[in-house]
């Protein structure tokens, strides 16, 4: 008799308990678990470098609050619990030895989305029938992080197919908002996000096709930073539609402090790691484009409303106020417009379905399992287009990203004549939300488009006055009803709950030195 979907899924999270158990018993006497709540990276790595921590202690104190974030959330896929404890102990020996940390990373705790390759381990995207068939080397941008010296714990959970803002698989199951069980922590980067919230890792990393780092580090109140595609290896990492160029998707890091995000950047680029990975854009850390942002009066755009779903009234609050705020410390504050939104997102979900859903179709036909509703959905939206049609598609995308840099370059400040040098937005119309109310990413997915650099950092919460302010606007569309709806509806609940709300900054191509440093400032602005 054939085994069913069933039972594999009961052995694969059979064996997942194991490994959780066994760690859950671990002697945890004399162990500082406070050192979890060191949100920075700087700040524990000279810790661990002066022999004031040990890298083991770090990583059992990690262990223990990763266990409980996952009973918590349901964040946890992969557990590598044990082989961290052993990573860890190199790391002191090294030390002991030489006298010195192996890297900046020293004994760092890490996570990483259930898309990169760890050798001995499945990388299952969510896909059934990707369990049970370990990967035989670890991905490109393992091996530079522990090169650097970072302690990789475990990965972390994700939606079936990694194409949706949510979190949710039939192999994994759920995963729930620390702040409620009710609602989502966002996609596809969720597990990962709602890990690093509850202090279970350090430093998170994810990947980014339509708005899955920022999205998730909005809703969870997380530093979350989308490269340009071309800017940090993918080579090892997993993906749905693997092969497309089209569109592609980008790592990132997402993180509790933003100059833990400055640094696994430098750190990482510095390894230069074009030189592991073909797809990767041979341009080293710029340092002085980072120290010209940060001390410069900035000319910024803004994008309050993209014209298709309006955010919700704490969404648009925050960034009102931050844009106040940075008119008053002096810099010039141009109106952005968006224009040419409505055309790139509608050759980005073109993009989606010009397979016909064929390579999603088969990964979840290859394991039985069922199809969450988005994804059933999505692979059943249209039919596959011919070569000649995708030809054409394509042709479409870059007339609009060149539309796109002509209308970057001709948006000038009345005041002084000068481009903007970011643009400021919301990352979603909303913040976290109850399960399976995501609808509208075009906030986010417009930037992947373009392939330009976005920053989402945390800016606010939602408060109980927010329910006062007058929104009771005609829906524009069935996406602004739905979104009305939400508001309507919930909008009590987020703000008894002080929901994180995030901002977003955008950049262009290849410019995170510069988004990371605007980003700094405006971080200082907001604390």
């Not at 002096?330 to 064929?358: K, P, R, S």
């Amino acid at each position: 008799m054939a085994e069913t979907w069933q039972e594999k899924v009961r052995l694969k999270r059979k064996a997942q308990a194991k490994a959780l158990a066994a760690a859950a018993n671990a002697n945890l006497q004399g162990i500082d678990l406070s050192v979890v709540d060191i949100d920075d990276i700087p700040t524990l790595a000279g810790l661990i470098a002066s022999g004031e921590l040990s890298s083991e202690a770090v990583t059992k104190a990690y262990i223990d609050k990763a266990i409980k974030a996952h009973n918590q959330t349901n964040c946890l896929t992969e557990i590598l619990f044990s082989d961290a404890l052993a990573q860890a102990r190199q790391l002191d020996e090294y030390l002991k030895t030489h006298g010195t940390v192996l890297g900046p990373l020293h004994g760092i705790p890490v996570t990483l989305k259930d898309q990169f390759n760890v050798k001995g381990y499945d990388t299952t995207l969510g896909y059934l029938g990707r369990a049970f068939k370990p990967a035989n080397e670890d991905a490109v941008l393992v091996k530079m992080l522990k090169k650097l010296g970072a302690v990789a714990l475990a990965k972390t959970n994700l939606p079936q197919s990694i194409m949706w803002c949510e979190t949710d698989n039939p192999l994994w199951g759920l995963t729930t908002n620390p702040s409620s069980s009710e609602y989502t922590p966002g996609g596809s980067t969720g597990g990962e996000a709602a890990l690093l919230n509850l202090h279970g890792s350090l430093l998170g990393w994810g990947t980014d096709l339509g708005g899955s780092v920022r999205i998730p580090s909005s809703m969870m109140g997380l530093y979350g930073l989308k490269p340009t595609f071309s800017r940090l290896p993918y080579h090892g990492a997993a993906v749905s539609t693997d092969g497309q160029e089209h569109v592609p998707s980008s790592v990132g890091p997402l993180a509790r402090d933003l100059s833990s995000l400055t640094l696994v950047m430098k750190e990482l680029i510095q390894l230069e790691p074009w030189k592991l990975d073909a797809r990767c854009a041979p341009v080293p850390w710029r340092a002085e484009i980072y120290e010209e942002f940060k001390l410069k009066p900035l000319t910024i755009g803004v994008l309050a409303d993209d014209g298709v779903v309006r955010p919700h009234p704490p969404m648009s609050r925050v960034l009102q106020s931050l844009v106040r705020n940075l008119e008053l410390n002096g810099h010039d504050i141009v109106e952005w417009n968006a224009d040419l939104h409505a055309e790139c997102i509608q050759v980005m979900d073109e993009f989606y379905t010009a397979d016909g859903g064929e390579d999603i179709r088969r990964e979840v036909l290859d394991g039985g399992e069922p199809f969450i509703p988005h994804v059933e959905a999505l692979v059943n939206k249209g039919q596959p287009i011919s070569v000649f049609d995708y030809w054409q598609l394509n042709k479409r995308k870059f007339e609009l990203q060149q539309a796109y840099l002509e209308k970057w370059d001709g948006i000038r400040s009345p005041k002084t004549g000068k481009q903007v040098d970011v643009v400021l937005t919301p990352p979603m119309p909303h913040t976290a939300v109850p399960h399976r109310s995501c609808r509208w990413v075009g906030y986010t997915k417009i930037w992947n488009v373009l392939d330009y650099t976005a920053l989402v950092l945390p800016a606010g919460r939602v408060e109980s006055f927010d329910r006062e302010t007058p929104w009771n606007h005609l829906p524009r569309n069935a996406l602004d009803e739905h979104n009305l709806a939400l508001w309507s509806q919930a909008g009590d609940n987020m703000a008894e709950l002080g929901l994180p709300v995030g901002v977003q900054i955008v950049g262009r191509k290849l410019e995170e030195e510069k988004v990371l440093a605007i980003g700094s400032i405006i971080k200082c602005l907001l604390d």
